[in-house]
C-alpha cells in the first residue's frame, strides 16, 4: 500500500520513498528527564507509535530512535536561564544523575501502559559526550564556529545559506523576530554547541573538552545519535511542532554541513495535547500523567482512544470530560468484540478478511488518519456478512495497528462473564474441551446435555468456551 505522510520541509502530503526497500529509520525528539512526562508528551510518544506501527503493518522493519535528554540544558531556547536538571535535583533533593533515572523509569512506566512498542534504541545524551565533541570539532575545522570567551562556543547561523528552511522563515526574517537575550553573539539566532561551566558555581555535569570544562549545548545531541544509530542519511525525524523553528532548524544547519543534503528525507512535526487555557507544560508544574489517570480508575487505553480520534496535526483538547466520553467510546466497542466470542467459531473468511484490512489500513497508511480508521472499525462491527471469526481476526489486526488492546480487554470482560457460573459446571465445560481436543465427540455430546440438564448453555469460543445461562 502506497504511503503518504506531511511533510514540513515541503508543506505537502508526499509518497514516502524508503532509502532502503522495506525499512525506515526515524528519530523522535525524546523528553528531557527532570520531571514526570505529562499527556501532551505522551501524545507526541504515541504518536510515533503509530507511525511505526503503521510501517510495521505495510511489512516494513523498523529502526526507531529516541533520546533521553538527560544533560542539564537551559531552560530557554535561546541558551539562557536556569539548568532543568539542576532544577529537578534541588526540588527533589536527588543528583542530577538520581533524578535522570528516576524520570527514565516513570517514563518507561507510562510508555508500556499506553502501550508504545519500544523503540530500538533510547540513547542518553550523557552517554554521547564524545561524539557530541567530535561533531563540533568538525563543525570547527569546516569554519562554522565561534568563541565567545567566558560563555561557550557558538554555531555561526549566517554561515548556512538555508538557515530558517523548515520554518519557511529567511534570516533577515528570524533577525527582525528575535528577542534579544545574548548580546555577545554575531546572529540572534547562532546557538551553542558548548557551554563553559561557570567559574562561580560548580555544576553536577560538566565534561571537559578541547574549548574547556562544560556542557554541550541541547540541539547537538539529536544529530549526533541519530547519525550514530541510523546513519548519516535517515528517512524520518518527528518531534512535536515547537521544535520546527529552533531546534530542528538548528538541527539541520549543524548537520547538512557535516553530512550533506538533505540530511533527513521527511520531517513530520506533531500538534499538541491542549488543556482549556493552553499547552499541557511541565513549566505549569500542574499537569495529567498516564500514571495519575491510572491511579483515578481510568483505563490508559481509553487515553489513547481520545488521542486517535484526533489527527495528529491538528490539536486535541484534553479535560475528564473528553476523557469520560473516549472511556464510554472506548468500552462500546470493548463490549461488542466481547460479544462476538459469545458464538460458536465458525471460519475465517479469508476475502471477507483481506477487504477489510485494507480497509482499516489504507486511512493510517494516508498521513495517519487513525479516526477513519476508527470509523472504519465500527463499520465493521455493523456488517452483519462478516461472521464473527473474521471480525475477531480483524480485531487482532486492529489491535497491531493502532495498539488500543481491544482484544485483550474484551477477552477479560468474557472470561469475567464466564466466571459466574458454578464450578461443578466449569467443571463440565473444561472436560468437554479436552474430550473435543482428543475427539473423543460422544463423550462432549454427553457433557453438553448435562450441562443443558443443569441450566447453562456452553458456547465454543476461540480461547474456550463461555458458559450462558439459560433464559
Ligand atoms: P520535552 O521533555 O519538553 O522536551 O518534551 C518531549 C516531547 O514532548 C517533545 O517532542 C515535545 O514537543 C513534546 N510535547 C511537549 N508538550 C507537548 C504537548 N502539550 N502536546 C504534545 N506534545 C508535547
Ligand atoms: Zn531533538
Not at 562554522?144 to 554561515?159: F, Q
Request: one cysteine or more.
Amino acid at each position: 500500500m502506497q504511503i503518504r505522510l506531511y511533510n514540513t520541509m515541503t508543506r505537502k502530503i508526499e509518497d514516502f520513498k524508503p532509502i532502503t526497500p522495506n525499512h525506515v529509520g526515524f528519530y523522535s525528539c525524546g523528553p528531557t528527564v527532570y520531571w514526570d512526562q505529562h499527556l501532551g508528551n505522551m501524545r507526541t510518544f504515541l504518536n510515533n507509535d503509530i507511525l511505526k506501527r503503521m510501517f510495521l503493518a505495510n511489512g516494513y522493519s523498523v529502526t526507531h530512535v529516541m533520546n533521553f535528554t538527560d544533560v542539564g540544558h537551559l531552560t530557554s531556547d535561546e541558551d539562557t536561564g536556569d539548568d532543568k536538571m539542576e532544577k529537578g535535583a534541588a526540588r527533589e533533593n536527588m543528583t542530577v544523575w538520581q533524578v535522570a533515572d528516576k524520570y527514565i523509569a516513570n517514563c518507561v512506566r507510562d510508555m508500556n501502559a499506553l502501550n508504545l512498542i519500544r523503540p530500538t534504541y533510547t540513547p542518553r545524551a550523557t552517554e554521547h559526550i564524545k561524539e557530541q565533541i567530535e561533531w563540533i570539532q568538525k563543525l570547527e575545522k569546516l569554519g562554522y564556529t565561534y568563541e565567545i570567551p567566558g560563555d561557550g562556543i557558538y554555531y555561526d547561523t549566517s554561515k548556512f545559506a538555508e538557515y530558517g528552511a523548515l520554518g519557511g522563515q529567511n534570516l533577515s526574517e528570524l533577525r527582525a523576530g528575535a528577542r534579544i537575550e545574548n548580546n555577545n553573539k554575531k546572529n540572534i539566532t547562532d546557538f551553542a554547541l558548548w557551554k563553559f561551566s561557570p567559574t562561580d558555581t560548580k555544576r553536577q555535569m560538566e565534561w571537559e573538552s578541547p574549548w574547556g570544562v562544560g556542557f554541550p549545548g541541547w540541539h547537538l545531541e539529536c544529530s549526533t545519535m541519530s547519525s550514530k544509530y541510523l546513519g548519516e542519511h535517515f528517512d524520518i525525524h518527528t518531534g512535536g511542532q515547537e521544535h520546527i523553528k529552533v531546534h530542528h532548524t538548528n538541527e539541520i544547519a549543524q548537520s547538512e554541513p557535516i553530512v550533506g543534503k538533505p540530511w533527513v528525507h521527511y520531517w513530520v512535526h506533531w500538534a499538541w495535547l491542549l488543556l482549556k487555557d493552553g499547552k499541557m507544560s511541565k513549566s505549569s508544574g500542574s499537569f495529567w500523567t498516564v500514571q495519575g489517570l491510572i491511579d483515578k480508575g481510568y483505563d490508559p487505553m481509553s487515553y489513547r482512544y481520545l488521542v486517535l480520534l484526533g489527527h495528529y496535526r491538528q490539536p486535541v483538547e484534553f479535560s475528564m470530560d473528553s476523557l469520560d466520553a473516549a472511556t464510554t467510546g472506548y468500552k462500546n466497542i470493548v463490549r461488542k468484540v466481547a460479544d462476538l466470542m459469545n458464538d460458536d467459531a465458525s471460519g475465517i473468511d479469508e476475502d471477507k478478511y483481506h477487504q477489510w484490512h485494507d480497509k482499516i489500513l489504507a486511512p493510517v497508511s494516508d498521513n495517519l488518519k487513525t479516526a477513519e480508521s476508527l470509523v472504519v472499525v465500527q463499520d465493521l462491527l455493523k456488517d452483519k456478512n462478516v461472521n464473527n471469526a473474521t471480525k475477531l481476526a480483524l480485531f487482532e489486526f486492529v489491535d497491531e495497528l493502532l495498539g488500543l488492546q481491544f482484544m485483550d480487554r474484551a477477552k477479560k470482560l468474557h472470561e469475567l462473564e464466564s466466571v459466574a457460573a458454578p464450578v461443578e459446571i466449569q467443571q463440565l465445560a473444561q472436560q468437554r474441551l479436552e474430550a473435543k481436543k482428543s475427539r473423543d465427540f460422544a463423550t462432549a455430546d454427553n457433557l453438553r446435555n448435562q450441562i443443558d440438564a443443569a441450566g447453562w448453555t456452553v458456547m465454543d469460543t476461540p480461547d474456550g468456551f463461555k458458559l450462558v445461562k439459560k433464559q
